[in-house]
Each structure stands twice: as structure tokens, then as C-alpha cells.
């Protein structure tokens, strides 16, 4: 069946630094890739997405390609804040949503 | 105004109560979704609902009843519920099921403590 892999974490980083979480995916066809973000006490919001290969979704500074030749949908930043710290889950839908198991990123002041 | 809402946003019960928890969506979608979120585990999907049927119940112990009497409205009702059961429970509604370019929303969750 489908499935995502996600890096677990924690992660932990200094304000301003560079941050990638990496998401691969396996599924039949041709599906569309998320990543959503939950802040502490929250449900899961959408982050981005990107619905066929080669798409870039991005939003508040994040950044992730569709990239069908590797199976992948790395999520980038290229200067991370304390308030970003969250849980970050990387999904895929085909015929049915699957989740990554999150990863927690923690931003040191 | 909110696209997924969901009450209470926390909830403390014992073994032996009768509680419900109630998600509704003002974003005019036809799917939904339960899921249970607990510690240091991946989200699980618990059923998901595409026009008002059920289409899926992974495999759910029979204390967590959903329904879904109308495509707005997601309830799950919850009996003779063990400790294990605490865990954030989390709504989620997207335009229908099956379709490749469909975005899950999310409702804020329930936080469920079973004493």
C-alpha cells in the first residue's frame, strides 16, 4: 500500500539556520503531496502542496518540490524562527490520505 | 469564521461515562474523517465518512460508535472507555474521497483523558 516516511527528529536548531525535514513516498499513480504543521495544542494545518511532478509548493518561507524520480517532497527553509517550532507531517494522497509519522522541530532563540 | 470546528476541546471522563464528541465543517465538503493522535505515535485514521456512509473502519474497537447524519456534522460517541483511549482527537473534512488533488482540513482536536 501507499506509505510516507518522514525523518522522526527531533530536530532541534539555532534562529536563522537552515532547515530541510526529508519525505519520501511510495504509492501507485500519481499522487498529490502535503505537509502540514501543528503547533503546540493545535490540529494540523496545510503548510503546502504540490499536485504533479516538478510542482513547488511554498508558503510563510517553506519551500518543497515534487520530485517523481526520487520519490521525494523535502520540506526547506532557508532561515527558521523560534516560532516555527512545531510538528511537521508530510502526506500523500492517492486513493487515500497517508500520513508521515511527524517530525518535531524545536528553534533555539 | 472557522472551516472545522469541534467541541469540547477537552474532555475528562471515567471508565463507565457515555460522552460525544461533536465535529462540524462550514466549508461545504462531503468527506470526513476521525483520527486519534496520541503520544509518540502516527496519527491514526479511525473511520471516514463520503456522502454520509461509512467507508472505512480501521479496525476500531466497537466503544468508538461514529455518526454522521448529515455531510456537515461528524460525531463520535464514546462508551466504557479504558486509560489507553486518552489522546488528542482530531476531525477532518476534504471535498470527497478518492480524488488525487483533495486537501484534508483540520479541526483544533479534543483532548480526551480517560481516568
Known amino acids: 500500500g501507499d506509505s510516507v516516511t518522514q525523518m522522526e527528529g527531533p530536530v532541534t536548531l539555532s534562529e536563522e539556520a537552515f532547515l530541510t525535514i526529508n519525505c519520501t513516498y511510495t504509492a501507485t499513480g500519481y499522487p498529490s503531496l502535503f505537509w502540514y504543521v501543528q503547533y503546540p495544542g493545535e490540529g494540523l494545518q496545510l503548510l503546502l502542496k504540490a499536485t504533479k511532478a516538478d510542482d513547488k509548493g511554498s508558503n510563510k518561507g517553506f519551500e518543497a518540490t515534487y520530485r517523481k524520480e526520487t520519490t521525494s517532497f523535502h520540506l526547506e527553509k532557508g532561515s527558521v524562527q523560534v516560532s516555527d517550532s512545531a510538528v511537521y507531517f508530510c502526506a500523500s494522497v492517492g486513493q487515500n490520505f497517508v500520513f508521515g509519522p511527524g517530525t518535531r522541530l524545536s528553534v533555539l532563540p | 469564521e472557522t472551516g472545522v470546528t469541534q467541541t469540547p476541546r477537552h474532555l475528562v471522563m471515567g471508565m463507565t461515562n457515555k460522552k460525544s464528541l461533536k465535529c462540524e465543517q462550514h466549508?461545504?465538503?462531503?468527506?470526513m474523517y476521525w483520527y486519534k493522535q496520541s503520544a509518540k505515535k502516527p496519527l491514526e485514521l479511525m473511520f471516514v465518512y463520503n456522502f454520509k456512509e461509512q467507508t472505512e473502519n480501521n479496525s476500531v474497537p466497537s466503544r468508538f460508535s461514529p455518526e454522521c447524519p448529515n455531510s456537515s456534522h461528524l460525531f463520535l460517541h464514546l462508551h466504557t472507555l479504558q486509560p489507553e483511549d486518552s489522546a488528542l482527537y482530531l476531525c477532518a473534512s476534504s471535498l470527497e474521497t478518492g480524488r488525487s488533488t483533495d486537501t484534508q482540513y483540520f479541526g483544533p482536536g479534543t483532548r480526551l483523558t480517560v481516568l
Open positions: 466549508l461545504g465538503h462531503n468527506a
